[in-house]
């Protein structure tokens, strides 16, 4: 099969494959042992469809998000039994329902929440049993990315945990920036902030969680140690590092020495922010201020939680960073020596206020 345009007058083929019908896959019929987490305070229609997603009408079928990462997500999508053609013709098709496949693919998108992406090809679709026509739990895992493409496969389980199809290879492609005013969900801001964090900090390989205490937040088995340092006993080469405010708990995890501070910004006179960061840190808020057009208090929040981060690092409390990079989208990158470190300050749903994000971290020599 293959599909044409007039663009080109229907002389390219711009998507071809192979079908093949009637092969038994009773073989591969596996039985998924993985338990589907609890659903994220992450509502589709209001947080994803009409801001990051552009579906509307029957291919609005994500109904929740049961895990959400940079790299990998777990989602439910609704059934569907839609009539697409006229009535004189078959209302069923041989390969199901298109709205909730389509919905298999965009689900990713969450996962690239700053960029839209176009599926670009699979390498191949294996089709166990029907599933479009009732509830599905879809999961996606990155096996390869580079700048603007990435590479998922993907499975398809009905309620009970059977498999129904596995996607090998979906190519997806990022075809523009996307850009919103609107806060972010709390769900929704953690796949940004490790895929941020992966450009300007790519040595850390940075894990985030960031919840609401009071909405399902759990301790993950973390221990402190009597300095107070968090730890996972299971995990005893991961560095972790954690941040309390207003109710939100920034977790951090990686392989390298790291520190990471989550700080509501606040209103403050100058003369106490010069009391608070110093006559060195007050000058790099000035500057992040100009830079970023923000107010000194908003730019003057993220240094100080540049130097919690930094603190939390092991780096010494008297370390100096120079700005190394601004971004257009807020980002500021600064580094010495071994010690890179990002910073960063958005508004979340739910707070009146902005919050300032800083991760810094310190490079193996």
Partial sequence: VAVRCSATSFLVDH??????????????????????????PLDPISDLYGRILFHQGRFQRITAYHELQAKKCVCAVSGSKNQWFGRYLPGEMILGDAAPRDAAIHCIQACIPHKTVLPAGVEAVEIYRSWTSETAIVRAQETWQNEDDFIYDVTVEDTSGALCEEWKGLRLHAVAALKTNAPWNCALLVPYLERRLADLLPHADL???????????????????????????????VEISRSHASGLCLTVRSKCALGCDLEECIEAEEKNWKY?????????AEVIAGRHAISLSLAATQIWALKESLRKSGAPLNHLLQIERHFPDGWTLLSSGSVRAAIFQTHIQGFQTQFAFGFASRQAR
């Fill in 15 to 40: 998507f071809s494959a192979d079908c093949v019908f009637g092969e038994s896959a009773t073989e591969t019929q596996a039985i998924s042992s993985e338990r589907v987490p609890k659903a994220l």
């Fill in 207 to 237: 894990k985030i969680a960031l919840a609401a205490i009071s909405n399902g937040y759990q301790d993950e088995g973390i221990t402190h140690r009597p300095d107070g340092k968090p730890e996972d006993p299971s995990a005893p080469q």
């Fill in 276 to 284: 608070l960061l110093g006559v060195d840190g007050f000058r790099l």
